[in-house]
């Protein structure tokens, strides 16, 4: 581990908002530094990306390697671990990590983005690894020839079913939701498809196993029938949290829990701003975290630059 724990700039998580910003704030020859738990996040889960400008198509994995290939270039220190705690004792912001460290900045870009939903049934983290996952995209060929389960009608949840039903001899698709909720093109492929049971208005109560995934329990929400299906997959696909639980102290976050920002990614708190996915900005898009994440950084640049010098700014605490 690095002695270095001062800095002028760091940035919190690495998707596209957090990776553009490094390459921005490198460029401008800021003392940068991004600490995340992994490279690419959400991102890393799309199978087709057709809507980002100079590709007409991309999965994600690739799009995340060009944009890690290009914050290499800059040689950006990257701290892999966790952030437990964000806050301002004095001038500087205080960044806490789940190894026991203390990382100190002049200002704080937030892209943590967002971590997905769990559905809190028994069974659930005791197979997360062994048949439940939440990224059909990842995970999806593990499962190629094996009958599985997808609970979420949503788009993510339909995007999950189109996949696994090229490659999975049954798909159960489960909602909660009398009706499916994802745009009309995707209900269209997946209603139309074989080898695919959408059950509605049905939950999923348990999740059934020995040493890996074995079944699953559902209720009907409208009788409260019970039925066991026998699957070997269970894809979970109801949603997004935002990953914000550090920032409470000095930010107040919207009701779902993003962070609130301006059209210049500024949080309100001078030397704070957001970008990507955690925030509060309406379309969740790779290429607007992007957009939204250079903003960030330009913003954050001018902030530094206009602060009084210090021999010692690191250490400056009033």
Known sequence: MPDKTYYELIILGAGPA??????????????????????GGQ????????????????????LVGKFEEHVNEFNVPHEFT??????????????ETD???????????????????LLGVPGEKEFTGRGVTYCATCDGPLFSGKEVLVAGGGNSGLDAVVQLMKICPKVYLVERDPKLR????????????????ILTATAV???????????????????????????????VEIGLVPNTDFVKEV??????????????????????YAAGDVTDVPEKQIIIAAGDGAKAALGA?????????????GRMST
Not at 99 to 117: C, E, L, N, Q, W
Not at 210 to 235: C, H, N, Q, S
């Open 18 to 39: 957090g990776m553009t910003a490094a390459v921005y704030a490198a460029r401008k020859q800021m003392d940068v530094l991004i600490i995340s738990e992994n490279v």
């Open 43 to 62: 991102t890393t889960w799309s199978a087709e990306i057709e809507n980002y400008l100079g590709y007409k198509f991309i999965t994600g994995p690739e």
């Open 82 to 95: 966790r952030v437990t705690r964000l806050s301002r004792p004095g001038a500087n912001f205080a960044i």
């Open 99 to 117: 190894d026991g460290r203390t990382f100190t900045a002049r200002a704080v870009i937030v892209a943590t983005g967002k971590s997905p939903r």
């Open 182 to 197: 994802a745009d009309a093109v995707m209900v269209s492929r997946v209603t139309a498809a074989e080898n695919v049971e």
């Open 205 to 235: 109560v348990e999740i059934r196993g020995e040493t890996f995934v074995t079944g699953v329990t559902l209720k009907g929400l409208d009788d409260g029938a019970m039925r066991d299906i026998p699957v070997e997959g269970v894809f």
């Open 251 to 272: 930010l107040r976050l919207n009701p779902i829990g993003e962070v609130p920002v301006d059209c210049a990614a500024r949080t309100g708190i001078p030397g704070l």
């Open 301 to 313: 640049y001018s902030y530094v630059v206009r602060l009084p010098a210090t021999d010692d700014w």
